[in-house]
């Protein structure tokens, strides 16, 4: 296969003062924006995990899937020439918007993930030896923690963290202490996903380079932001995904310097990234195709072409700085709430604002179930970046992020909301501690004849409630009410895993009887407390063989439970009901065993 005609470099216009966006126009141009989400005017503050789609991304893919559908690179037909042009004119694009010297420097992948996966397994597992070591930074997300791991177990090499201030800011003087001969790779992020900050990337590359060790750079969440030029930053390998920069989702970009790649060996085998193949022996293709194996994501590389197309007219300058001005009232409004603490305050950040409520204390979960309602969307939990987390000693944030499309007046929205969240918080009562002298806990009697009679009256009091506001409340109300869970119960053992918030649930055998259920938990969420109760006021009493006979997940779907709540909150009720289950199951076993 013969490689397009090179493209020479041509360096992006260095920033300049830009002219305020007209926002309310061109959000006309993202048709998702214009719905209304619990009756509200949809405010979208999750762009850090994914951004929405302009019109001319939407068109791009249907013209292809309507007009030239076909395979690329395999057949002389009219639809696959039309097809590789495009694909191919996509990777010419994204040439151009990061400043690579060459086509044959830009590798398609699926997403960041599978960009940096790539480099772990081929030029980690031909480069890296025992006792070697890789750099990372306390910011990462897992996606550039995990393949490094898994690839210093492989080579029993080291993995070493540069550590970070109290504001989010690497420590550069402990980040050149890390780099000697043993070191590998540096693998750092552009930007924090969780925090927003911005990392001096040319000082890291530079003293990475004075060692001689070749850098990696996740730029999933600087490519929508800043202005790239991977050239002029000498950079070894960056990564960037499509779907962070208004683009599809199962495309993203690999960078690496030519001289790397051509080292490297495949990491996949399949089609389009062999030369020749006989039993015997297969040769490889040439770049960037020798990484690029099976049918590529085509759609996905036309749509991505088409975003940085929507950018360059919307002008990243002008984006910049509508962003900063974003993120500035943000900060200022959100410091302007009691109780509220901002997590990262770097001096150099791009539109990410997380924080936490200390005051009162409110779970991450409770504040994005609320800000939802007000058809507010943000992010809540650990963010992928449970390291992170666990150096500010907090299970999860609130993150909102901001995108080209969001206005000032959406930031107002959203501050008032939290405001108002945070207020009825501090009204509610304080939960009394419990007495130093150990009391004996109240396990709650059974609510019903059979978990049967009480489905049945759940099922009648949502049904009275209009709307899921009022459902959500009643779920809430029902968690203040849940019997008090003592200390020494809260165990590693009696840990629910798998729950975005802390769960922990004890259960036992009915004294006096022999295989009646009941338990105790507890969660530091509102909302998660009131899945708790209504589960307790399911089984909690009742016979072991009823609670294994009872239909859960049906009554689940009666509720709507099955299609309002997050697949993270459904994942961690489902591990609540799988713990239940399993006490269920152990106690009807004891029984069935006693003559």
């Known amino acids: 296969m013969s490689m397009p005609k090179t493209i020479p470099f041509l360096p992006r216009q260095a920033a300049r003062a830009a002219p305020p966006l ?31 789609k302009p019109r001319a991304v939407i068109d791009a893919v249907r013209h292809f899937y309507e007009a030239d559908n076909a395979n690329v690179h395999r057949a002389v037909h009219e639809l696959s020439e039309r097809a ?33 996966n790539l480099v772990a397994q081929s030029f980690g597992r031909a480069n890296v030896r025992a006792g070697d070591e890789i750099v990372v930074t306390a910011l990462e997300h897992h996606s550039n923690i995990v393949p490094w791991q898994m ?17 989010g800011e690497l420590i550069l003087e402990e980040y050149e202490k890390l780099l000697g001969p043993r070191t590998k790779l540096v693998a750092v992020a552009h930007v924090s996903n969780a925090l927003g900050t911005v990392n001096p990337i040319e ?46 989702t199962g495309i993203g970009v690999l960078y690496g310097k030519a001289r790397h790649l051509e080292l490297m060996p495949p990491w996949q085998g399949g089609g389009d990234m062999i030369s020749s193949v006989s039993f015997e022996k297969t040769t490889w ?10 049918t590529p994501s085509i759609a996905a590389a036309i749509g991505l072409c088409a975003a940085l197309e929507y950018l360059d007219e919307v002008g990243l300058d002008a984006l910049a700085a509508h962003e900063e001005r974003l993120l500035a009232q943000a ?9 509220v603490r901002i997590i990262g305050t770097a001096r150099r950040k791009t539109g990410v604002l997380s924080f936490v409520v200390d005051d009162p204390p409110l779970a991450a979960l409770d504040i994005g179930t609320r800000l939802n309602l007000e058809g507010i969307a943000v992010r809540t939990g650990h963010h992928c970046c449970q390291p992170l987390m666990d150096r500010f000693g907090l299970p999860g944030t609130v993150r909102a992020s901001f995108a080209v499309y969001n206005t000032v007046e959406e930031v107002d929205v959203f501050a008032e909301a939290l405001a108002k969240i945070v207020a009825s918080g501090r009204g509610k009562p304080k939960v009394v501690g419990l007495p130093t002298t150990r009391v004996e806990p109240t396990y709650p009697a059974a609510a019903g004849a059979s978990p049967e009679e009480v489905a049945a009256e759940l099922v009648e009091a ?27 119960l809260k165990t590693e053992a009696t840990r629910v895993k798998g729950c975005q918030s802390t769960v922990h649930m004890f259960a036992r055998k009915k004294p006096g009887t022999a295989d009646v259920l009941e338990f105790l938990a507890d969660s530091d969420a509102d909302i998660v407390r009131g899945e708790l109760a209504l589960l307790q006021k399911l089984f909690s009493g009742q016979r072991a063989q009823q609670v294994l006979d009872f239909d859960i997940h049906s009554l689940m779907q009666r509720l709507g439970l099955d299609s309002h709540l997050s697949l993270g909150r459904r994942n961690g009720l489902a591990e609540m009901i799988q713990r239940i289950r399993h006490f269920a199951g152990e106690l009807a076993g004891q029984a069935r065993e006693k003559p």
């Not at 309310?24 to 929405?52: C, E, M, S, W």
């Not at 996509?90 to 997403?111: M, P, S």
């Not at 900060?331 to 109780?339: E, L, M």
């Not at 409630?465 to 869970?485: A, K, S, T, V």
């Open 84 to 116: 590789t042009e495009d694909y191919e004119a996509a990777r010419v694009k994204v040439q151009k918007f990061i400043g690579a010297n060459c086509l044959r420097e830009i590798i398609f992948t699926r997403g960041t993930t599978e960009a940096i």
């Open 331 to 339: 900060t200022a409004r959100v410091n302007d709430i009691r109780g």
């Open 151 to 167: 690839l210093c177990w492989e080579k029993k090499a080291h993995l070493r963290v540069v550590p970070i201030t109290d504001s």
């Open 462 to 488: 949502f049904d009275l409630m209009d709307d899921w506001n009022d459902r959500y409340q009643y779920l809430i109300e029902l968690g203040e009410r849940l019997p008090p869970m003592p200390a020494e």
């Open 22 to 52: 007209d926002v309310h126009r061109l959000r006309q141009d993202f048709p998702i924006l214009l719905q209304r989400v619990h009756g509200k005017p949809l405010v979208y503050f999750d762009n850090a995990a994914t951004t929405q």
């Open 203 to 248: 000082q890291i590359i530079d003293l990475a380079h004075r060692h001689g060790i070749p850098v990696l750079i996740d730029g999933a969440q600087a490519a929508p932001h800043l202005r790239l030029n991977v050239a002029a930053l000498d950079c070894d390998f960056y990564a960037f995904s499509g779907h962070k920069i208004y683009g599809p």
């Open 285 to 294: 293709n040439e770049l960037p195709y020798k990484f690029e194996a099976g």
